[in-house]
């Protein structure tokens, strides 16, 4: 049999491996994504890429301008921080504070249920009864558009927001809040000059996280944003975010065609964004994690 | 016990794959080529290898222009196209010795579809082109309400969306503001919800909740798309190498059987009969 001295070694490298095996998928994904995508940037020049708006990869001769679906994908984000940001930070703060503690056992894990509802009960519920509601409130053609988009990624990133918040809040130690009251403060006073200022970047963090979930989203916007490669001037138009075009069009392009390319040049640029929302998060996250220990 | 078992049928599956390898590869044919005629030769394909045990036949996609440049090079036994054959390409298979022949295996229609509430009975295909292109924007040109067009298409990739732009849009770029969705389904999903919404599907998707236009004051059916008089229409095809012979030649026979019809059928196209 083997001693223990090999299968100690075993183990640790055993280990090492499964340690290792996201850092090498998140890798492969990169690979895979630029040798795929790349060869469009060269072709159609990534200026053009990027900030023309005719999104015509079939037609000959073709158009691969992305502006308009980038300008969505934002646009949508923004809109669904409009709506999920005071409700999520809101009931973080009515959690953490207000609510009594055997409620708030309740409470947490049911919000945190919605983020595990499939994206595709979201869509439907979006298409079927808030997007007619919406065409109905408007007097729209269609409730297919930006604002149903929006108000259905703000319900999704709410879990996100709220649970990240509440934590942010929660952390903040308790003699913050003692020394606050015991200076005079109301409760509000408190919590508007000392709780929230304290916690806030890690609600920023949460709020990033959230962001990413968004913009990411993918059936749900295919569902319910209208998909037309409009730009998005005005919120109750349709609109057809970056991830609806990938999901929609990927099955049918030819592999290795410019069409194949320019989905994902899309995915790189859609890659880059989360990414660049992951290192933001991160950097408010650290910030937070020195101010909550004192420093 | 349950290791017996288990034992016992990994056994017999390395039996019943050892079996099958000797039978296979005896006899086999290779399809490639649209999209569009995919799903018929895959579940012809499907259906003509249970029937004949032993004969293997492969499918793969690709696209029309694909499926003939492989067949003039000879790599494959059949391709599948949406369209007729280019000049361009009868030229470079003769110089590569190889004699394109076609076979209309079926017909592909498109339906207009709108909200059954209305009004509008009929649209020329120039006033499809006004519409798919932004040009007219409201039912009233129509005759139909003041109301404004929610003008819905396939996404830009389907087969359906070029059947439709090469014959109603001759080509032109379609109307940014136009709604794109990735299915025929949810095409029809949306025109039934919508009351100012235009649409097309297959003919297949039309129901109660959606209502056909005429175009060019033909109404969609199976037999005014097999008989040509619908516009929105196309033939679909497979070309051989010369006339076939062989298998190849049984599985055109098969696909223009009966039979093999009904599964155009089954798939969504019209049959030839």
């Known amino acids: 049999m083997l001693n223990w001295k090999t299968k100690e070694k075993v183990i640790k490298n055993t280990l090492l491996f499964f340690a290792f095996s996201s850092i090498l998928f998140l890798a492969g994904i990169i690979v ?49 921080m409009v709506f999920a940001v005071p409700f999520g930070v809101a009931s973080a703060v009515y959690i953490s504070y207000i609510l009594p503690k055997r409620f708030k056992n309740i409470v947490k894990p049911t919000i945190e249920m919605l983020a595990g509802v499939p994206s595709v009960i979201y869509g439907l519920f979006g298409m079927k009864i808030l997007s007619p509601y919406i065409k109905e409130l408007f007097g729209l053609p269609t409730g297919l558009n930006a604002l149903t988009a929006m108000i259905m990624l ?124 992951n290192i933001f998060a991160d950097m408010a996250q650290q910030r937070f994690k020195k101010k909550v220990s004192g420093e | 016990m349950s290791k017996i078992n288990s034992f016992a049928v990994v056994m017999a599956l390395l039996l019943v794959a050892v079996m099958s390898l000797g039978v296979m590869a005896e006899d086999s044919l290779v399809i490639q080529g649209s999209s569009t005629v995919l799903p018929i030769a895959q579940k012809a394909a499907e259906v003509y290898m249970e029937k004949n045990p032993g004969v293997n036949i492969s499918v793969r996609g690709g696209g029309s222009g694909n499926g003939i440049a492989a067949l003039i090079d000879g790599a494959v036994d059949i391709a599948d196209s949406s369209r007729f054959i280019k000049e361009k390409e009868v030229n470079a298979a003769v110089k590569n010795g190889i004699f394109p022949v076609p076979h209309r295996i079926a017909m592909d229609g498109i339906a207009v579809v709108i909200n059954p509430a209305n009004s509008v009975e009929e649209l020329s295909l120039e006033d499809l082109k006004n519409i798919y292109t932004g040009k007219v924007t409201n039912w009233k040109e129509f005759g139909g309400k003041d109301m404004e067009i929610v003008v819905v298409s396939r996404d830009s990739s389907s087969g359906t969306f070029e059947v ?17 969705q990735a299915s025929n389904g949810a095409v029809a999903g949306v025109v039934a919800d919508t009351e100012g919404a235009i649409g097309y599907v297959g003919l297949g998707y039309l129901s109660e909740s959606l209502k056909a236009v005429k175009v060019n004051g033909v109404a969609p059916s199976n037999a005014t798309v097999a008989s040509g008089e619908f516009p929105i229409a196309r033939p679909l095809f497979m070309f051989t190498d010369g006339w076939p012979e062989g298998l190849t030649a049984k599985f055109i026979n098969f696909v223009l059987s009966k039979d093999g019809q009904k599964l155009v059928k089954d798939q969504g196209f019209v049959p030839l009969y």
């Open chain 2, 164 to 180: 439709f732009n090469d014959i109603a849009l001759g080509g032109e770029r379609l109307f940014q503001g136009a709604l794109l």
């Open chain 1, 154 to 277: 703000g319900i999704m990133a709410l879990p996100t927001i709220v649970s990240l918040s509440e934590d942010a809040i929660t952390a903040v130690p308790k003699s913050f809040r003692d020394a606050s009251l015991a200076l005079g403060g109301t409760r509000l006073e408190t919590m508007v000059r000392v709780i929230l200022p304290t916690a806030s970047s890690g609600i920023v963090t949460a709020i990033i996280l959230g962001m990413g979930r968004a913009i990411g989203e993918t059936m749900t916007v295919l569902m319910v944003a209208g998909g037309a490669s409009l730009f998005p001037s005005n919120i109750l138009k349709p609109v057809r975010p970056m991830t609806a075009t990938i999901a929609a069009e990927m099955g049918e392009a030819p592999v290795g065609s410019d069409h194949y390319q320019a989905l994902f040049g899309i995915a790189i640029i859609l890659f880059i964004i989360t990414l660049i929302f």
């Open chain 1, 32 to 80: 895979v994504l630029f040798n795929e995508g790349a060869p469009i940037f060269a072709k159609v020049g990534i200026f053009k890429f990027m900030f023309t708006g005719d999104w015509y990869p079939t037609y000959d001769p073709a158009g691969f301008g992305i502006y308009n679906l980038l300008a969505a994908s934002i646009v949508v984000t923004i809109g669904a």
